[in-house]
């Protein structure tokens, strides 16, 4: 009677459901960036670019809607607006020795899903986060590029995040008829480094003091930024940092708000993230010496509407500056 082995014939199929499922919990604790575009997934045999359309805002001026009795007024014609967007393929992979499977005191193979995981997701969330870096609605700490100097080199030393800049962002959007994301609010990722400044300003942590009861739910005490004037925190530490970009050799970190429908995201349906797993019977040649392990993906982001995000280039405290 045959004796099934783990990894060996129709096992194999339960090994990788293991790990497609292991890798794929592990990777979405990681991405950040992915989890508020548009999703529209590239269905199979239709291709590697997708189109998004939008239908713009019709434009009310005043004048423009006021009817003469018993005159039609002129046609109004819409406009639609398609932005494109073409994936590319990711991933990486290891081979592990039959000696190394098999008399290794650690649990490799589910060692390397865990951190093929984590490489995963930050991994594919750069792919997005840089695709938003391209961003045109832009703010420079303190103004400096209104004083005569411009770009990221003007951004420097006390050019931190702070409830001015974070209000000024909200205004801008708004103002360019951006919606929040999410209960009312827009997202605002952040870096722990700006974080920490934030939770220097007095207006921030006067708010945050006031605003919840003081308890071990606030969020001075749970250091949990969460919720202000409108703005969702998302902290992550996989920000864009321009290092030494800024006067006298600052750091620069793009602190990126977006609004509902500013950028969309698309996978492959019939590609999607996934383990890949190889045993040494099939991958290992004539002495089955190696099996292999790793991960792929494909993805795309593209910006769908310049005016609802905004980059806020700032410096911080937590790095070198002038």
């Known amino acids: 009677m045959a004796v099934e082995r783990l990894g060996v014939g129709g096992m194999s199929n339960e090994m990788m459901q293991f790990y497609d499922r292991k890798l794929l919990s592990v990777a979405e604790l990681n991405t950040v960036f992915m989890q508020y575009g548009v999703k529209r997934p590239i269905p199979a045999r239709g291709g590697k670019s997708i189109q998004f359309r939008r239908f713009e805002k019709i434009t009310v001026t005043a004048g423009s809607y006021t009817l003469t009795e018993g005159t039609n007024p002129l046609e109004t014609q819409g406009t639609i ?3 494109a967007a073409t994936i590319s393929q990711y991933g ?3 081979k592990l020795s039959d000696l190394l499977e098999t008399q290794a005191y650690d ?8 951190k093929f995981g984590i490489a995963m997701g930050e991994g594919l969330d750069i792919v997005v986060r840089d695709g938003l870096s391209s961003a045109t609605t832009l703010q420079y700490a303190n103004e400096k590029i209104q004083v005569g100097t411009s770009g990221t080199g003007a951004v420097g ?3 931190y995040l702070d409830a001015a800049e974070l209000l ?3 205004r801008t959007l708004r103002r360019n008829g951006a919606r929040p994301v999410t209960d009312g609010k827009f997202i605002c990722f952040v870096h722990p480094d700006n974080s920490y400044d934030l939770m220097q300003d007095p207006d921030i942590v006067d708010t945050l003091l ?3 009861p003081r308890d071990a739910n606030n969020p001075l005490f749970k250091g949990y930024l969460g919720d202000w004037q409108g703005l969702r925190f998302v902290e992550t530490n996989n920000l864009r940092v321009r290092s030494s970009y800024g006067m006298s050799g600052a750091d620069v970190y793009e602190i ?3 609004g509902d429908e500013a950028y ?3 996978e492959l349906s019939a590609n999607a993230a996934r383990m890949v797993f190889h045993n040494k019977e099939t991958e290992g040649g004539p002495l089955e010496m190696y099996s292999t392990i790793g991960w792929k993906a494909a993805l795309a982001a593209v910006i769908l509407n310049n005016s609802f995000m905004g980059i806020v280039y700032v410096a911080s405290s937590r790095t070198p500056a002038a």
């Open 81 to 83: 607006t398609a932005v």
């Open 92 to 94: 990486q992979f290891t």
């Open 107 to 114: 649990p490799i193979a589910a060692e390397y899903t865990d």
């Open 157 to 159: 030393s006390g050019d």
């Open 168 to 170: 000024e962002i909200r």
């Open 210 to 212: 006031h605003a919840a």
């Open 256 to 258: 990126l708000v977006v």
């Open 264 to 266: 969309g995201v698309t």
